[in-house]
Protein backbone atom coordinates (compact mmCIF):
# COMPACT_ATOMS: atom_id res chain seq x y z
CA UNK A 1 0.00 0.00 0.00
CA UNK A 2 3.18 2.49 0.89
CA UNK A 3 5.69 2.93 3.87
CA UNK A 4 5.17 5.12 6.78
CA UNK A 5 7.68 6.00 9.33
CA UNK A 6 7.04 3.73 11.95
CA UNK A 7 8.98 4.18 15.66
CA UNK A 8 11.60 6.32 13.70
CA UNK A 9 11.64 3.42 11.25
CA UNK A 10 10.62 3.22 7.23
CA UNK A 11 8.19 0.52 7.39
CA UNK A 12 6.53 -0.89 4.19
CA UNK A 13 2.42 -1.17 4.67
CA UNK A 14 1.17 -4.27 2.90
CA UNK A 15 -2.66 -5.42 2.10
CA UNK A 16 -2.15 -8.46 3.17
CA UNK A 17 -5.97 -9.29 2.03
CA UNK A 18 -5.20 -8.06 -1.87
CA UNK A 19 -2.18 -10.54 -1.52
CA UNK A 20 -4.12 -13.60 0.37
CA UNK A 21 -6.75 -12.97 -2.11
CA UNK A 22 -5.08 -12.66 -5.28
CA UNK A 23 -3.51 -16.08 -4.07
CA UNK A 24 -6.18 -17.90 -3.39
CA UNK A 25 -9.62 -16.68 -4.66
CA UNK A 26 -11.54 -18.98 -2.54
CA UNK A 27 -9.12 -18.11 0.57
CA UNK A 28 -12.27 -17.50 3.31
CA UNK A 29 -14.75 -20.52 2.01
CA UNK A 30 -12.69 -22.94 4.01
CA UNK A 31 -15.50 -23.89 5.93
CA UNK A 32 -19.02 -26.23 4.85
CA UNK A 33 -21.86 -25.24 3.20
CA UNK A 34 -23.93 -25.76 6.34
CA UNK A 35 -25.95 -22.97 7.71
CA UNK A 36 -24.32 -20.87 10.30
CA UNK A 37 -26.30 -21.31 12.97
CA UNK A 38 -25.44 -25.75 12.19
CA UNK A 39 -21.88 -24.90 12.07
CA UNK A 40 -21.12 -23.30 15.33
CA UNK A 41 -19.33 -25.21 17.73
CA UNK A 42 -17.42 -22.91 20.58
CA UNK A 43 -20.09 -20.32 20.63
CA UNK A 44 -17.82 -18.13 17.85
CA UNK A 45 -18.28 -20.53 15.11
CA UNK A 46 -14.92 -20.73 14.38
CA UNK A 47 -13.27 -23.73 14.56
CA UNK A 48 -10.16 -23.57 17.35
CA UNK A 49 -6.98 -23.87 16.44
CA UNK A 50 -3.66 -24.12 18.66
CA UNK A 51 -0.65 -23.31 17.22
CA UNK A 52 2.47 -24.29 18.85
CA UNK A 53 5.33 -22.65 17.24
CA UNK A 54 8.99 -21.37 19.69
CA UNK A 55 9.11 -18.39 17.08
CA UNK A 56 7.73 -15.28 17.28
CA UNK A 57 8.25 -14.55 13.71
CA UNK A 58 6.00 -17.76 12.40
CA UNK A 59 3.64 -17.18 15.16
CA UNK A 60 2.87 -13.74 14.01
CA UNK A 61 2.99 -14.34 10.52
CA UNK A 62 0.63 -17.45 10.63
CA UNK A 63 -1.99 -16.01 13.29
CA UNK A 64 -3.30 -13.44 11.41
CA UNK A 65 -3.66 -15.74 8.17
CA UNK A 66 -5.00 -18.07 10.24
CA UNK A 67 -7.76 -15.68 12.09
CA UNK A 68 -8.54 -13.56 8.41
CA UNK A 69 -9.45 -17.38 7.11
CA UNK A 70 -12.08 -17.29 9.79
CA UNK A 71 -10.63 -19.79 12.41
CA UNK A 72 -10.41 -18.76 16.32
CA UNK A 73 -6.38 -19.35 16.84
CA UNK A 74 -4.15 -19.79 19.93
CA UNK A 75 -0.67 -18.95 19.40
CA UNK A 76 1.75 -20.31 21.74
CA UNK A 77 5.66 -20.38 21.70
CA UNK A 78 5.90 -23.88 24.22
CA UNK A 79 4.91 -27.33 23.74
CA UNK A 80 5.15 -27.25 27.61
CA UNK A 81 2.82 -24.20 27.74
CA UNK A 82 0.25 -26.43 25.49
CA UNK A 83 0.70 -29.73 27.63
CA UNK A 84 -0.37 -27.43 30.68
CA UNK A 85 -3.45 -26.34 28.49
CA UNK A 86 -4.55 -29.99 27.70
CA UNK A 87 -4.07 -30.49 31.45
CA UNK A 88 -6.73 -28.03 32.05
CA UNK A 89 -9.12 -29.33 29.67
CA UNK A 90 -8.90 -26.78 27.24
CA UNK A 91 -10.26 -28.35 23.62
CA UNK A 92 -9.26 -27.83 20.04
CA UNK A 93 -10.56 -28.96 16.69
CA UNK A 94 -7.17 -29.19 15.39
CA UNK A 95 -3.40 -28.87 16.34
CA UNK A 96 -0.94 -27.28 14.22
CA UNK A 97 2.86 -27.81 15.92
CA UNK A 98 6.38 -26.90 14.59
CA UNK A 99 8.61 -29.91 14.47
CA UNK A 100 11.99 -27.39 16.04
CA UNK A 101 11.53 -26.84 19.20
CA UNK A 102 14.16 -26.30 22.30
CA UNK A 103 12.58 -27.63 25.12
CA UNK A 104 10.34 -30.55 23.59
CA UNK A 105 11.08 -30.99 20.04
CA UNK A 106 7.78 -31.64 17.79
CA UNK A 107 7.96 -35.30 17.51
CA UNK A 108 8.25 -35.67 21.23
CA UNK A 109 5.07 -33.18 22.32
CA UNK A 110 2.99 -35.38 19.38
CA UNK A 111 4.05 -38.86 21.44
CA UNK A 112 2.90 -37.08 24.71
CA UNK A 113 -0.27 -35.89 23.31
CA UNK A 114 -1.61 -38.83 21.24
CA UNK A 115 -0.61 -41.33 24.11
CA UNK A 116 -2.95 -40.42 27.73
CA UNK A 117 -4.44 -37.38 26.96
CA UNK A 118 -7.47 -35.35 26.35
CA UNK A 119 -6.08 -34.46 22.92
CA UNK A 120 -5.27 -38.35 21.81
CA UNK A 121 -8.14 -37.77 19.08
CA UNK A 122 -7.62 -34.16 18.34
CA UNK A 123 -6.44 -33.90 14.56
CA UNK A 124 -2.40 -33.22 14.63
CA UNK A 125 -0.72 -31.22 11.62
CA UNK A 126 3.02 -31.14 11.44
CA UNK A 127 4.86 -27.53 10.54
CA UNK A 128 8.30 -27.39 9.46
CA UNK A 129 11.06 -26.73 7.44
CA UNK A 130 12.21 -29.85 7.06
CA UNK A 131 9.94 -32.31 5.06
CA UNK A 132 12.00 -35.14 4.08
CA UNK A 133 10.82 -38.42 3.53
CA UNK A 134 12.00 -39.50 6.93
CA UNK A 135 10.85 -36.61 8.77
CA UNK A 136 7.33 -37.18 7.33
CA UNK A 137 7.57 -40.88 8.12
CA UNK A 138 8.63 -40.29 11.29
CA UNK A 139 5.94 -37.40 12.26
CA UNK A 140 2.98 -39.98 10.90
CA UNK A 141 4.36 -42.54 13.13
CA UNK A 142 4.48 -40.49 16.28
CA UNK A 143 0.59 -39.35 15.33
CA UNK A 144 0.62 -36.32 12.96
CA UNK A 145 -1.81 -36.86 10.64
CA UNK A 146 -0.10 -34.70 7.97
CA UNK A 147 3.21 -32.56 7.39
CA UNK A 148 3.06 -29.37 5.71
CA UNK A 149 6.60 -27.45 4.94
CA UNK A 150 6.66 -24.36 6.88
CA UNK A 151 6.67 -22.11 4.55
CA UNK A 152 4.05 -23.29 2.40
CA UNK A 153 0.75 -21.59 3.54
CA UNK A 154 -2.05 -22.31 1.05
CA UNK A 155 -0.90 -25.88 1.51
CA UNK A 156 -1.48 -25.36 5.26
CA UNK A 157 -4.92 -23.59 4.66
CA UNK A 158 -5.75 -26.83 2.83
CA UNK A 159 -4.33 -29.32 5.04
CA UNK A 160 -6.42 -27.77 7.98
CA UNK A 161 -9.58 -27.23 5.69
CA UNK A 162 -9.00 -31.24 4.54
CA UNK A 163 -8.44 -32.23 7.65
CA UNK A 164 -11.19 -30.50 9.45
CA UNK A 165 -13.66 -31.81 6.78
CA UNK A 166 -12.26 -35.36 7.27
CA UNK A 167 -13.49 -34.85 11.00
CA UNK A 168 -17.36 -34.12 10.04
CA UNK A 169 -17.32 -37.20 7.90
Known sequence: MGSAIIDG???DIVDVVHFLNSSHKNFYKDHSDDPYSKSQKNGSGAKKILLVDDS???????TPILSVAGYN???LGSPLEALKRCEKG?????????I??????????AQKIKHASNWQNTPLVA??????QE???RGIEVGFERYVAKFDRDTLLNTISQT???QRE
Open 9 to 11: KAT
Open 164 to 166: LAG
Open 90 to 98: EIYDIIISD
Open 135 to 137: DIN
Open 56 to 62: PFFRNML
Open 100 to 109: EMPEMDGFEF
Open 73 to 75: VTS
Open 127 to 132: LSSHAT
